[in-house]
């Protein structure tokens, strides 16, 4: 029996959230595109932006207290008072001024988005049988992407017929309207009413028995006790900062090392997260290649992260390139590369936790991710104008085969 003649419900149900992570990194992104406006509008220094984007990792890494609330309340009400939550406050960025006033607002939207990440893997969990959780895994992390793609053409029309505080109404807007459809459709396999007996019996059979949700859910000091946390952990604390210099530093890059204006930057800022759009694909696309030729599940997902690891060095030569198109062709790189191993490793809190603390689970790798980011953009912001861009690509260019090392060691296979 196929999942194809069974029915496709779980499929529906992640197409409906792949929207919720279009909408989660449109409305991070629009600040990080519209930056070279806003800082000359509101006379904004580098140090005093590295601040506003430190504000909204601070938040995002409290993403363990969201991921625990999702697994409290479930997502169906959880993840909709998250959503209505992260689109007032990124309507709120069109009524601000000054950099406190963004900053504080950040950090209030990097709490509320936080849960999109925890709530994708206990939607993944609960929804999808072990062999197809890494497809479900990159179909919804396509949406961080396209999110990203979106907001430089949104930035640019919203200049054009208004201003930049424009873009910030128009995407919580959006935000407010898919919250209401979340509410309205959402329910858990058990209970979902369009969801036919064949398809609840092949979800429920292709999960592993011992990944079941348990009466008694592990606490936060228990799981912190698990070298798996660790071992997702600490790759994800140095593979996100290739994720915060695309979203946002790399528009402030373009505008002010390669001389691009704001509708060169429309034109091209989008495609990183293009080819990050087909990493969330490519990555398990190698992991079922692996396991069609009898590779362990976690060891198939290692050498996929090994893999964009190691693609990811591309990125120390964008700083080096003469031609800005050939540091646009680097940058696609590096966005391919990071969602290839990042997809995977996120992935991996669903096969390594119970399901009623999976979401937890990733909270927690998500607070060392954004720790990750944190540190990189504020040392970014305090140097970049004495050394320039070129040592922290170099940087980029790295760590990940760090990451890897790392993941190989510290993750076990389950008995």
């Excluded at 929804?127 to 890494?134: N, Q, V």
């Excluded at 060095?313 to 590369?337: D, E, S």
């Excluded at 927690?364 to 104008?385: E, I, R, S």
């Excluded at 040592?391 to 008995?415: E, H, M, N, S």
């Amino acid at each position: 029996m196929t999942g194809g003649r069974i029915g496709a419900i779980r499929w529906t149900i992640i197409g409906l959230f792949v929207g919720a992570m279009v909408i989660n990194y449109l409305s991070r992104s629009v600040l990080g595109v519209a930056a070279p406006v806003i800082l000359t509008e509101q006379a904004i220094s580098n140090v005093q932006y590295s601040w506003i984007t430190s504000a909204f990792q601070l938040g995002v890494m409290l993403q363990p207290a969201a991921g625990y609330f999702l697994d409290s309340v479930g997502l169906r009400i959880g993840f909709t008072l998250c959503v209505a939550a992260w689109s007032i406050i990124t309507m709120a960025h069109g009524f601000v001024h000054g950099w406190f006033g963004f900053a504080a607002l950040r950090g209030l939207l990097g709490l509320a988005e936080g849960s999109a990440q925890p709530a994708g893997q206990k939607l993944v969990a609960e929804w999808f049988p072990a062999k197809e959780r890494g497809a479900a895994g990159g179909i919804y992390n396509i949406g961080a992407s396209f999110g990203a793609v979106f907001a430089p053409p949104l930035v640019a029309w919203a200049v054009m017929m208004h201003s930049w505080r424009l873009a910030f109404v128009i995407a919580g807007g959006i935000g407010l309207v898919w919250a209401l459809l979340w509410f309205f459709y959402y329910a858990t396999p058990a209970r979902h009413r369009r969801l036919r007996a064949p398809e609840r019996a092949y979800i429920l059979s292709g999960q592993e028995a011992r990944l079941a949700a348990r009466a008694e859910r592990p606490s936060i000091r228990a799981m912190v006790r698990q070298r798996e946390l660790w071992g997702i952990a600490l790759p994800r604390m140095l593979a996100d900062p290739v994720w915060g210099m695309l979203s946002f530093w790399m528009p402030l890059y373009l505008a002010r090392v390669r001389g691009f204006d704001l509708g060169q930057i429309a034109l091209f800022a989008w495609l990183p997260f293009l080819a990050a759009d087909m990493g969330c694909l490519f990555g398990p696309a190698v992991v079922a290649f692996l396991q069609r030729r009898n590779v362990n599940l976690i060891d198939a997902r290692r050498w996929a992260f090994t893999l964009g690891a190691v693609m990811m060095t591309g990125m120390a030569f964008v700083g080096m390139a003469t031609n800005p198109y050939a540091a646009i062709a680097l940058l696609c790189l590096g966005g391919f590369a990071h969602q290839t191993l990042s997809v995977t490793v996120i992935t991996m809190a669903s096969d390594l936790f119970p399901r009623n603390a999976v979401a937890t689970a990733t909270g927690m790798a998500g607070l060392a991710g954004n720790l990750g980011v944190l540190l990189f953009t504020l040392l970014l912001g305090q140097m970049v104008d004495q050394v320039g861009y070129t040592p922290f690509f170099i940087l980029l260019g790295v760590l990940d085969l760090v990451g890897a090392a790392l993941l190989w060691t510290l993750v076990r296979k389950p008995q």
